[in-house]
Nanobody, 123 residues
Framework: EVQLVESGGGLVQAGGSLRLSCAASGFTFDDYAIGWFRQAPGKEREGVSCIRSSDQDTYSAHSVKGRFTISSDSAKRTVYLQMNSLKPEDTAVYYC????????????????WGQGTQVTVSS
């Protein structure tokens, strides 16, 4: 059974940093694309960043490039999202999700999801 568990969310002031973690189990970690998505109240879920460990195929949304960094630790079966220079508009519930194959797909192509972790950035 595929399981994804997010952690690391919280409340931070604008300009601050957080590191989210996504612990994965139940599948061949390196072969799967593991992505971070976010959903703010009243808005659609959007892709933030994604990585596939086997070839380090990655994707980052334009809105977070230069501020967020995705990485993975195959031994720990964990994907991290380091978020720096946070802005109030980054406030959302952040989800990690997994799919077999590449990163370059929208949320509807990711079949397994974690429960989400809240990130709130105050101004």
């Amino acid at each position: 059974e595929v399981q994804l568990v997010e952690s690391g969310g919280g409340l931070v002031q604008a300009g601050g940093s957080l590191r989210l973690s996504c612990a994965a189990s139940g599948f061949t970690f390196d072969d799967y694309a593991i992505g971070w998505f976010r959903q703010a109240p009243g808005k659609e879920r959007e892709g933030v960043s994604c990585i596939r460990s086997s070839d380090q195929d990655t994707y980052s949304a334009h809105s977070v490039k230069g501020r967020f960094t995705i990485s993975s630790d195959s031994a720990k079966r964990t994907v991290y999202l380091q978020m720096n220079s946070l802005k109030p508009e980054d406030t959302a519930v952040y989800y990690c999700a997994a799919r077999l194959g590449s990163c370059h797909h929208g949320p509807s192509d990711f079949g397994s999801w974690g429960q989400g972790t809240q990130v709130t950035v105050s101004s």
